[in-house]
Each structure stands twice: as C-alpha cells, then as structure tokens.
C-alpha cells in the first residue's frame, strides 16, 4: 500500500531531550516535508526537501533540523525540544509533478513537551 | 507576503444542499491552488487540484473553480451528505519558489446535518 509512515503516533518528553520523528515513503517521491498543526494557527511548513541532500527552510524552521540522506526517508529532528513544540506534526511526500497531484500526509505524530 | 484566507472558520448545512467554501490570496497568483479534507486528529487528504489556466475541475460531486482576477477559489460540494463533514483545506504553491513550500489556509469546518 502507498503510504506515508511516521513515527511514533504519540510522545510525551521533557525538555532539553534531543528526539527524532522519523518518517518514510514507499511512492519514490521527490518531495518530502513536515508540518506542525496548531489550534487556531493551522498547517504551517517547518522543512520540505526536494531530492536527496536537497532541503529548504519552511515558514517555522526554528528549533527543528531535517535530513535527507535517502530518497524515502526525511526524519525531523528536535535538538532540544521546549514546550511551545508541542503540537501535531505531519509529514507528507510528492512526485516532482506537482501539477497533477497534492501531497500525501502520513498519519501524524503528536509531541508534547513538558 | 503571501497569505491564504478561507472566510468562514465554520459551515453548516442541511443534507442534500450544496456546500460552498472560499479561498482567497493576497498577492502573486500562484501555478495552481489544491484542496484537502481533514479529519480530526488524522492527516490531510487531497482532493483536487486546479491550474492558473483553468476556470473549472469537477470531481464527482466535488467542483472547485479558480478567478485570478478575484484572487479566489471556490470550493462545491453538490448533494452533501453527512459523511462529508469534516475541514477542508486550501493550499497554494508560493509561484517562484520551490515547488515543494506549499502554504495552507487555516481550514473551514464543514457540519452537514441529516
């Protein structure tokens, strides 16, 4: 099946610990990026990748890294996580064509930091 | 900067009738303008895309049209039914930049009652 895999579903940390929300497509889609999800703030974009080794900051990059070493794989990784990142994150992936089809979401990842 | 608006934060309606939601852009037009539905607590999903050059696409009961003299999109749902409640999403590419910065609107909550 197609699809988007994040991981975990769920995590509850403390600040300061470094985590990763990892994340992996099956569709050999170019374009990947993650989102974060706030009551009242909407989708915003923290990183997107165009290829492998090719990423760009989003609208909200800080506090946030991203690496692109495989093609199907685009981890999100948080140094040292602080409570205003808790949220609801999302990744999702595309072909490079995007205009035929939007992006593919995974299922997200709720964080909070305490 | 580029900014999404979709006017109503909700929407409700009967069963049966059309649902028409709005997206406008300040701005730049972009390439082409997506939309989404999401479910709460799960990731979004895309529905349909339309291009600078076309006025109409049509999905089913899904048909969304594009004036960039108004800057703005329709989105129609015909015949809704209550499965059909949920928020849906517009989302554009910012024209010049990476293909992969795709911005969102902050949603319009659809409740179709039976």
């Known amino acids: 099946e197609a699809q988007v895999t994040q991981n975990p579903r769920y995590l509850i940390t403390v600040t300061g610990k470094k985590l990763t929300v990892t994340c992996s497509q099956n569709?050999?889609?170019?374009?990947m990026s993650w989102y974060r999800q706030d009551p009242g703030l909407g989708l915003r974009q923290i990183y997107y990748?165009?290829?492998?080794?090719?990423?760009d900051k989003g609208d909200v990059p800080e506090g946030y890294k991203v690496s692109r070493k495989e093609k199907r794989n685009f981890p999100l990784i948080l140094e040292s996580p602080s409570p205003n990142q808790t949220s609801l994150y999302f990744c999702?992936?595309?072909?490079?064509?995007?205009?035929?089809?939007?992006?593919?979401f995974g299922s997200g990842t709720r964080l909070t930091v305490v | 900067s580029q900014k999404i608006e979709q006017n109503s934060e909700a929407l409700n309606i009967q069963e049966g009738k059309t649902a028409t939601l709005t997206c406008n852009y300040t701005?730049?037009?972009?390439?082409?303008l997506q939309w989404y539905r999401q479910d709460p607590g799960r990731g979004p999903v895309f529905l349909l895309l339309?291009?600078?050059?076309?006025k109409e696409k049509r999905k089913e009961r899904l048909k969304v049209t594009f004036d960039t003299t108004l800057k703005q999109s329709l989105f129609h749902i015909t015949a809704s039914q209550p499965a059909d409640s949920a928020t849906y999403l517009c989302?554009?590419?910012?024209?010049?930049?990476?293909?992969?910065?795709?911005?969102f609107g902050k949603g319009t909550k659809l409740s179709v009652k039976p």
């Open positions: 999702a992936s595309s072909l490079s064509e995007f205009y035929t089809e939007g992006y593919t």
């Open positions: 701005n730049y037009s972009p390439a082409y």
């Open positions: 989302a554009l590419w910012l024209y010049g930049g990476s293909q992969g910065n795709l911005i």
């Open positions: 990748s165009m290829n492998v080794e090719v990423t």
């Open positions: 569709m050999n889609h170019e374009y």
């Open positions: 339309i291009r600078e050059n076309e």
